[in-house]
């Protein structure tokens, strides 16, 4: 009775696990579709849905001068062979070496996790010694977290020592290059357990350490250290600027005073000549005293502030710029990969993707209203290369999950006398279908939604309505010139 139970509950978990990963997968498709059709409604209400960027070249291009073909002016040209021989000698292996190093430093701490689990099961650790249990998971959330911030660095100097004319093409090889190293950082650990050790507990033990702990770091990183250091630094402004109101005040009396004498010495010179020297004497002597005044002379330093307290445009002239936002979109992004990789095998994914988001909002709100400056916007027409990434990882997805399909058993248990062969042959047909069936989805919705495309028509014809009245205007202007000419 009991074994007929659990082959019960494990035909059932088997069947969910199939549905879940169809669901996911059709989900994730979706979303990026109603994405681009959201999108298209917000270029659409922001005028830049037809938008042709032309881009001028970036302030940091550097080049030899030459002679456009275009323009016909001396202009920065860079050969493309020095850049293709620095990605192929320079790029490609700093960034292997770099998700070596991350791989090997993952391993290392996923097997320190292996023996502390093995001595706590044999009880050869002390008792307080089980406390440290989740001390490789929190190193682990650290270290990739710590690798995120140093592979940014250096994708931004590989990419500026790339030397790229035009501002999107130096996005989209800094976001290939960020997102890269990213999948190595944020998804190796959880694949290795997955795929090698097949602890599925310690692979949802982890997912949550690596949300909770990246959570938390960012907002630290982002927001409390930024606003530590920017409240302490306006409070030594504040400061400076108190001090010098006051010798503001004391010198906007002593130039008060200056005045008056100055007033009364022009008004004597009338009266008469020795009177005016004796004057002249006094003034000269009152301006001495008060340009050699002690209170100014004891200090010996230039003020900073001269006027009077600080007002609102300097207090956020001194704040920090507003980062870019290569960081915001990777982190969505890969909180994308964790939803559709592994949502089947640790379905909190998405709910602890909601409450990070969440935070996130606020995080950010925080940030723009108390810490940086207003950033000046950009207007586009879509997300760019993020875009595509995600579809990309969508393909991935589907891979993924059928590889968990074999791994966990679940074609074995559903179809027992299946050869291992016929099993991969399976596998692979299933999951090229799947494939075929998110592009068919994917190119049967318009990316555009039909009344965007109606405003636009009806904006084309108007256009070409104005545009022929105008025609018919000239060329009547022109008959009635040519009338009253030969009249």
């Known amino acids: 009775m009991i074994d007929s139970y659990a082959l019960f509950n494990e035909e059932l978990d088997d069947q969910l696990f199939v549905i879940n990963t169809f669901l996911n997968i059709i989900w994730a498709t979706g979303f990026l579709i109603f994405w681009r059709r959201r999108q298209a409604e917000l270029a659409y209400k922001w005028n830049t849905l037809d938008m042709e960027l032309v881009e001028d070249t970036r302030p940091t291009y ?75 998971k929190i190193l682990l959330a650290l270290v990739t977290t710590l690798f995120s911030d140093i592979y940014k660095r250096i994708c ?39 795929f090698f050790t097949h602890k599925y507990i310690r692979l949802s033990h982890q997912l949550v350490t690596i949300f909770v702990m990246k959570q938390f770091w960012g907002n630290v990183k982002e927001a409390i250290v930024p606003y530590i250091v920017s409240t302490t630094r306006l409070m030594v402004l504040v400061k400076m600027s108190k001090k010098e109101h006051a010798r503001y005040a004391e010198r906007k009396d002593l130039n008060k005073e200056l005045k008056r004498i100055l007033d009364v010495s022009n008004n004597s010179r009338l009266n008469s000549v020795k009177q005016q020297t004796d004057n002249h004497a006094y003034t000269r002597k009152a301006v001495d005293d008060i340009l050699t005044d002690n209170t100014l002379n004891r200090r010996g330093s230039t003020p900073t502030f001269e006027t009077l307290s600080l007002s609102q445009a300097e207090i956020e002239c001194s704040q ?35 409450l990070n988001n969440l935070l996130e909002i606020r995080t950010d709100a925080f940030k723009l209203c108390m810490i940086y400056q207003r950033p000046f916007s950009q207007r586009v027409k879509d997300i760019g290369h993020w875009q595509k990434i995600m579809e990309y990882m969508v393909m991935a997805a589907i891979i993924i999950n059928c590889i968990f399909c074999s791994i966990r058993g679940v074609f074995r248990r559903l179809l027992p006398n299946l050869p291992f062969a016929a099993e991969i042959f399976l596998l692979v047909c299933i999951e090229h279908l799947l494939i075929l069936l998110c592009q068919i989805i994917r190119s049967n919705v318009e990316s555009v939604p039909y009344w965007v495309r109606v405003e636009k028509s009806k904006m084309e014809y108007r256009r070409r309505e104005a545009l022929k009245k105008f025609e018919c205007d000239v060329l009547h202007q022109k008959e009635t010139r040519s009338h009253t000419h030969n009249e």
Not at 164 to 192: G, P, T, W
Not at 340 to 348: M, W
């Open 62 to 136: 550097k080049g030899q001068l030459r002679r456009s073909p275009i323009t016909n002016k001396y202009e920065p040209y860079y050969p493309t062979w020095k850049r293709l021989l620095f990605r192929m000698f320079v790029t490609i292996p700093m960034i292997g070496i770099n998700i070596i190093l991350v791989s090997c430093v993952i391993l290392v701490i996923i097997r320190f996790q292996s023996w502390i689990d093995r001595r706590l099961k044999d009880g050869t650790l002390p008792h307080l010694m089980s406390l440290t249990e989740l001390s490789p």
């Open 156 to 194: 931004r100097w590989l990419t500026d020592r790339e030397n790229y004319r035009e501002q999107r093409v130096h996005d989209n090889q800094m976001i290939a290059k960020l997102f890269a190293c990213s999948c190595v950082n944020s998804y190796f650990s959880v694949f290795y357990i997955a």
């Open 320 to 354: 920090p710029k507003w980062p870019d936002l290569y960081d915001d979109y990777l982190e969505i992004v890969v909180q994308f990969g964790y939803i559709i990789f592994l949502s089947t095998l640790f379905p909190l994914a998405a709910f602890f993707s909601l």
